[in-house]
């Protein structure tokens, strides 16, 4: 089997020699991981403002593409938080919650996800998701995280409100305050409390109480499931929705449903911006998570195979019933510790919910919408981390800034907004940092053939000889700082015959740059002073000779600054 | 006089040196500039789809406020070809041409292109403009000229055509072409024929003849009256434009008016982005003019003065019946060629277009639209010069898809997405390539302290040790790259003790990257290998000592990589 073919479709490659063992732990991550998704699979719905069985759906055949197509081992695909709300953010503009067109907006959105994922894939231009940074990343998420935990409070109150940022919650959210479901809200919160408790004190406190880790463990993950049951149980019994409790309800039995996106180019042109953001986000996500767990195991994970992965996960959820889905952390976590070792335990799983979706939905009838808030909430807020803030802070300037910009956008605005500013933001800080490089006047250190920048080290000096150190490389953003820098520096110095240029950190002098160079060349000639070059890297120095550059230099290129220092300066002393 | 002040005006600098030498070569100058610009301000006025006068208008009071607020001594402000392109480009979404309308949103476009100007003076933005690299300018000069000829097609062929680009130009030329005026023609072709003979053959034909440099130079110089002034006679004469012949007809005889722009939100917001794009492109014309002017005579431009004084010059312009202007090419060579040696000249170039614009207007009546036309073609086929596409492919590709993406978006779309595309192309490249950054093995040089690329140099290495040499500094969008790449180097290797990255050429490390090399550190770490770092930057060891990196680090900082090599050497071997 040629091995390009395996490349594109590394189920070729575990699938042969897939066992008896495998298969086992496999099946015992599928059945932990299927019980775990089932109340978030509903919960991420309701968060994407879709029905219930969509986040199921959502969960089944993407899953199943993703075994096929992706590289990762552990990871589980499906509707994550910070997707989910993206996605509401998104389909907020174009329909409103409940109708058909919100519904057919979110397979058109997966759809377009799926295609922009599978074309940056083949394309390989898995390097775009570099440019959203590290600050950049965090920020969002935790921004993400409030803005998520905020959204769900209304269903805990038992209140109607909507907003795309913070602020538009939190308004909504008071104006609708005199309608609080007292019922909801004892529901809301202790649902909310138990499953922190669950979270923070029930494996300490299991384990003072003699249970093995492994029970522990099992007890902690089964939680939500608890309290979903408990919060269900209560409410059928007590007949609590006649009391204003709002519940599940009938969710329809069915296998996921074969749907079309609306594929008109008025509703593509409207979602693509969206649809980019999340793609990108998406992946970001995705395959940290994919590298995190694959480092675990020394496993390595092909970028561009990931994109091809969750493209068809979402073009698969575009015409399953679904909406956006990506590689979830929690998620991923819970199947790579369940001792998930190949993507088929992802399959497994979908077959769990495929079985969930035709037989158990009825059991969730009386499940009430605060509990899968209260799930919501709990799971989201392990997202939300301000420490990049004062780590930011404490390492440079322009990085908190990225981090705060985001940040503050986010919860201001929402989540395109916040993930566009942080990126152009980082991308023009990071452009404005080179744009005024760092220049070193630079002497030579006494007893070696180092040179150091004469501000910082006692170095020997030469009144003939200028060595200017430049610590960028030079390109059209800083090619006139540089000539204005020389200018500048010789406009008060009659003592110069020569300068050099250590170019050891120049790793690129584009055209532009090379003009200006030119232009430092005549000009100097006209005052009577040689320009030299000194260290210049291979592939630098191969371009230069490409043009006139070398030959019409009235200086020297010299292989070191020391070479550089010693024929300067015996020539002229 | 405080020296604060005298920055802001540049009037109290020159002025208080002034006296009768440099007014009587300023006022030479003057009289030169004036008799040129004469056909020029109706030609530009006609390129920007406004009335004849409008061109007049916009010299007068803008080079006054230039002459105050400008640090060029020998910058002619006004109405420009490719600013008047683009003003015509914008104009043209607005209001149909020859309407209220249009002449208001003109003013408009020059108060927003002033107060950008002004802001970014004010701010010290003027960097911004580097961002547009000489490659794209060249490109994007070049293809605004070939439409600026092409618009200018119509009046040489006495038809009617309208277009923004190229195609949409030759098109409509085409369908026009049935209604030629033959008379119209004969007077366009030989026109334009007279004026390319002056620029090419004339100088050489006079000199042959005997006459003097001086003389010839003057004539040149007024090639274009002489064709004014021969058409207008000939229509007169000849009664031409009762045979269909276009004229410029009655233009008033006034001083500038008093004019208010339309402050509306509304025409605001849609003039915003053509208004960003004509300073930017306005200012690096105008900047790069006076920096070439002002180096001949060993005079400095201030840039972010400039900034102020041609921001002032627009604003002057929306006030006074103009459109926007700029420092321009041709005006300012003859300006500084006829000997001006301060902005009085321009003062005085202010107010012989005043004396014209009141006394000399109905002298224009039977100018020929086609004259002026030819003027533009003949000009502005000085800004074509499509050599930079063969100089940018030699020397650099990525150079060269920017250069050739300005000029093919510019030709085939239009001004604004063509140089919004350059813009955006060059910086994405540059980004690109340093999201690979080039990553040398090195070894000792023999016999010296140097170290070099394994593959390009015979070298001494150490089987326990690998020398990274970074050629980039380290930022988000090549974070993952670095580490993936150590990851890849180290797999098929057993032998290694220990990884020093050298760091001569990291100008930077972000958080992003910083996040990265913990990951490194702590990875090889587990594979009980050391990392250590040798020769890093000053300002970027200060930066790493806020966080715990250098800490956690399990190696060693090495200030020299020989002083690396020496002790991991000895260690081991």
């Given at each position: ?19 008896k063992a495998t298969l086992s732990n496999d099946l015992m991550a599928a059945v932990i991981v299927t019980i775990m998704l089932i109340p978030q699979s509903l919960a991420y719905a309701l968060l994407a403002g879709l029905p219930p069985e969509a986040g199921l759906y959502a969960s089944i055949v993407p899953i199943l593409l993703y075994a096929v197509f992706g590289t990762s081992r552990a990871l589980a695909v499906g509707p ?425 950190a120049i790793n690129e002098i584009d055209l532009s740059a090379l003009e200006s160079l030119e232009a430092v060349n005549a000009r100097l000639r006209d005052m009577g002073i040689q320009l030299h070059l000194s260290e210049v890297k291979g592939p630098v120095m191969d371009r230069l000779k490409k043009q006139h550059f070398i030959d019409d230099l009235t200086g020297r290129v010299f292989l070191s600054q020391h070479e550089a ?9």
């Amino acid at each position: 089997m040629p091995q390009r073919l395996r490349n594109y479709l590394p189920i070729l490659d575990w699938g042969r020699s897939y066992n008896k063992a495998t298969l086992s732990n496999d099946l015992m991550a599928a059945v932990i991981v299927t019980i775990m998704l089932i109340p978030q699979s509903l919960a991420y719905a309701l968060l994407a403002g879709l029905p219930p069985e969509a986040g199921l759906y959502a969960s089944i055949v993407p899953i199943l593409l993703y075994a096929v197509f992706g590289t990762s081992r552990a990871l589980a695909v499906g509707p994550v938080a910070v997707v989910s709300l993206m996605t509401a953010a998104a389909l907020g503009n174009i329909a409103d919650q409940g109708t058909m067109g919100y519904a057919v907006a979110a397979l058109t959105l997966a759809f377009l996800s799926g295609v922009i994922l599978l074309t940056m894939g083949v394309f390989k231009l898995g390097f775009l998701a570099n440019f959203l940074s590290h600050p950049v990343i965090a920020g969002f998420i935790t921004a993400s995280g409030v803005i998520i935990a905020a959204s769900q409070i209304k269903h805990i109150l038992g209140i109607s409100a909507s907003g795309d940022n913070l602020i538009s919650l939190l308004v909504s959210l008071w104006q609708n305050l005199g309608n609080t479901n007292w019922v909801t809200v004892i529901i809301g919160v202790s649902a909310t409390a138990f499953l922190f408790w669950v979270r923070r004190g029930l494996k300490p406190f299991l384990k003072s109480k003699g249970a093995s880790a492994r029970v522990a463990d099992v007890a902690t993950k089964a939680g939500p499931v608890a309290a979903v049951v408990l919060t269900t149980v209560a409410v059928w019994i007590l007949g609590l929705a006649d009391m204003g409790v709002r519940i599940v309800g009938s969710v329809p039995q069915s296998l996921p449903p074969l749907t079309l996106p609306d594929f008109s180019l008025d509703m593509m042109g409207s979602l693509l911006l969206p649809a980019i953001l999340i793609s990108v986000i998406g992946f970001v996500e995705s395959i940290s998570v994919a590298q995190t767990l694959a480092a675990k195991r020394r496993q390595r994970i092909n970028p561009d195979q990931e994109l091809i992965g969750l493209g068809t996960a979402n073009i698969g959820a575009a015409f399953t019933g679904g909406f956006p889905v990506t590689g979830g952390f929690a998620r991923s976590v819970v199947n790579f510790d369940a001792g998930a070792e190949t993507p088929a335990a992802g399959a497994f799983t979908a077959v769990g919910l495929a079985i969930a979706a035709l037989a158990l939905t009825p059991l969730v009838f009386f499940l009430p919408q605060a509990t899968l808030a209260a799930t919501i909430i709990v799971a989201v807020l392990t997202l939300v981390d301000f420490s990049i803030l004062k780590k930011s802070w404490a390492y440079s300037k322009a990085d908190f800034a990225a981090v705060l910009a985001t940040m503050l956008v986010t919860l201001g605005d929402g989540v395109e907004l916040g993930v566009t500013c942080g990126v152009i933001l980082s991308i023009f800080l990071h452009l404005y940092k080179t744009t005024r490089p760092h220049i070193a006047e630079v002497g030579l250190v006494p007893g070696t053939e180092h040179f150091r920048n004469i501000h910082r080290h006692k170095v020997e000096t030469d009144p003939t000889l200028l060595t200017l150190r430049i610590d960028e490389s030079l390109y059209f953003a800083n090619a006139h700082f540089l000539e204005d820098y020389i200018y500048d520096r010789l406009a008060d110095d009659k003592k110069l015959k020569n300068v050099v240029l250590m170019c050891s950190a120049i790793n690129e002098i584009d055209l532009s740059a090379l003009e200006s160079l030119e232009a430092v060349n005549a000009r100097l000639r006209d005052m009577g002073i040689q320009l030299h070059l000194s260290e210049v890297k291979g592939p630098v120095m191969d371009r230069l000779k490409k043009q006139h550059f070398i030959d019409d230099l009235t200086g020297r290129v010299f292989l070191s600054q020391h070479e550089a220092y010693r024929a300067l300066t015996t020539q002229t002393g």
